[in-house]
């Protein structure tokens, strides 16, 4: 766990020179491992948030998947993806929907816009 948190150290400060893949899997991977790093993702959040155009589908599911597991209020950051997402929900394959829908209803983050357009969006789908 030490060196998971020396890394949360050394990372937040380099965050800048991270593209939209290299934030989204930062986040993705601090969730995963259940290892507790507010302020990496607070510096994250920060960073990607006025960055959200440089994000795909996949970044958008992961980011969002990733705050909502380590339990990270960012409504902020919920909020911007959630309007630069849901013009774009076309390009999102099923398993990004999904995780987008868990995130946001896992965070508790209101997006009843971006809950109808992936229903839209995913009932043809079907």
Do not use: H
């Not at 997402?85 to 829908?101: I, V």
């Amino acid at each position: 766990t030490e060196f998971i948190e020396a890394i949360a150290v050394e990372a937040r400060p380099r965050l800048g020179n991270f593209n939209s893949q290299n934030l989204a899997n930062v986040a993705w991977a601090f969730a995963k491992a259940n290892v507790p790093a507010t302020e990496l993702f607070e510096a994250i959040a920060a960073e990607a948030q006025p960055r959200l155009r440089e994000f795909n589908e996949q970044d958008f599911a992961n980011t969002a998947w990733a705050f909502a597991t380590a339990d990270v209020p960012a409504t902020g950051l919920f909020e911007a993806i959630a309007a630069e997402a849901q013009p774009r929900l076309g390009e999102f394959n099923p398993q990004n929907l999904t995780n987008t829908t868990w995130a946001f209803a896992t965070a508790d983050v209101p997006a009843t816009g971006l809950f109808e357009a992936i229903a839209a969006e995913a009932q043809p789908r079907l």
